[in-house]
């Protein structure tokens, strides 16, 4: 299942699944219009029968649910026994999707959450360095607030400002201490812990 699927951008590298099964909320940050969605949550529960998935990706998403503990409970009651579940989510990024953009996560927190919520955190990757990021953010800006967009000036501006300063980030980050503490984001690789007896709810 791709959870939050929109247009299913990234379905191409699930080349080995039998099934790829979209889902997203109806009223979000944006339209539908390019979406691939075969089925809508209504935010309180998942369309499914238990242990329905054995694997849920969830890419770009988690900064856009307030609910996030009853997203996970129905995540996991969806999940089969040690189903896997991927999920990127940004860090450094500006607000998008407004106003349905409520928050950032460090590395972590969102673990902490992961790990309260009965996953297990396999893997946990920051896709940035410090400098990275810095320049990712930079190069963000000048695209979106600064630089020309028309077809001939757009490409232009790329080769004279954003190429440069691409080699640049690269020059820096291979000269510089690696840091990660800043980073744009956390891509996580968990699974489905089983639950104790003892953490049964009463």
Known sequence: MDFGCGSKPYESLFVNAKSYVGVDIEVSGHNHKDSKVEYFYDGK?????????????????????????????????????????????????????????????????????????????????????????????????????????????GRISQLLVIFPLNILALLFNTLLPKRYEYFCNNVVLATKAEITPSQQPL
């Open 45 to 153: 529960k998942l369309p499914f029968n238990d242990a329905s998935f054995d694997a849920i990706v969830c890419f770009e998403v988690f900064e856009h649910v307030f609910n996030i503990e009853e997203v996970l409970a129905e995540i996991y009651r969806v999940l089969k026994p040690n189903g896997q579940l991927l999920i990127s989510i940004p860090f450094a990024w500006d607000e998008h999707e407004i106003p349905y953009d409520f928050a950032r996560y460090t590395s972590f927190g969102i673990t902490h959450i992961l790990n309260i919520n009965n996953f297990e955190v396999v893997k946990l990757i920051k896709t940035t360095t410090y400098i990275l990021a810095v320049f990712q953010m930079l190069i963000a800006y000048l695209c979106q607030y600064a630089l020309p967009k028309g077809r001939l000036t």
